[in-house]
């Protein structure tokens, strides 16, 4: 019998900001292996994070593609069309510098900023954040979940805001 994925709740409150770093190469060691994110501007500004941001990254970029996402899906079963990344260690070396407050830090600037990090795994989802809400969704393997959670990580059952 093939063990099943565990959806877990998981927030701000309980995901340090420090863990991070360290979660996104486990993840790598997981086998995740492409992930997106929404980079914001406010209209009219000049948004020198942002751009600096997409300048990093653009190495990584595989495409658009239909993915399972957590906030603003337009297809059948809460998908959209996302642009995707490389998710490997180069990548994450490129990204980490823009959160260095953690996957939930949410504070617009004109300069910019990153919102609602997913990564996936043979393209189903494993991580997702709605960093407005300050929640999200993992879904892994139990002896997973137990692996994150000596990281620091809290994560519950029950899912108030977001679902999978």
């Known amino acids: 019998m093939t063990e099943r994925v565990q959806s877990r709740h998981i927030s701000a409150d309980g995901f340090p900001p420090d863990v991070t770093p360290r979660l996104l190469r486990w993840l790598i060691a997981a086998g995740v292996d492409e992930f997106t994110l929404t980079v914001m501007g406010i209209h009219g500004e000049v948004a020198v994070d942002a751009d600096a941001f997409e300048d990093a990254i653009e190495p990584f970029v595989l495409g658009l593609e239909r993915r399972r996402v957590l906030i603003d899906a337009d297809g059948q079963g809460s998908t959209r069309e996302v642009r995707l990344f490389t998710f490997n260690e180069a990548s994450i ?8 407050g ?18 996936y795994r043979a393209g189903e989802l ?32 029950s899912q108030e805001w977001i679902g999978y």
Request: glycine share 10%; charged share 15%; aromatic share 6%.
């Open 93 to 100: 070396g490129a990204l980490l510098p823009y959160i260095a």
């Open 102 to 119: 953690g996957l939930f830090h949410n504070v617009p600037s004109p300069d910019g900023w990153l919102e609602d990090f997913a990564c």
């Open 126 to 157: 494993v991580l997702g954040v709605v960093t407005h809400l300050q929640e999200g969704t993992m879904r892994l393997m139990a002896a997973e979940h137990a692996e994150v959670a000596k990281m620091g990580v809290s994560s519950m059952e």
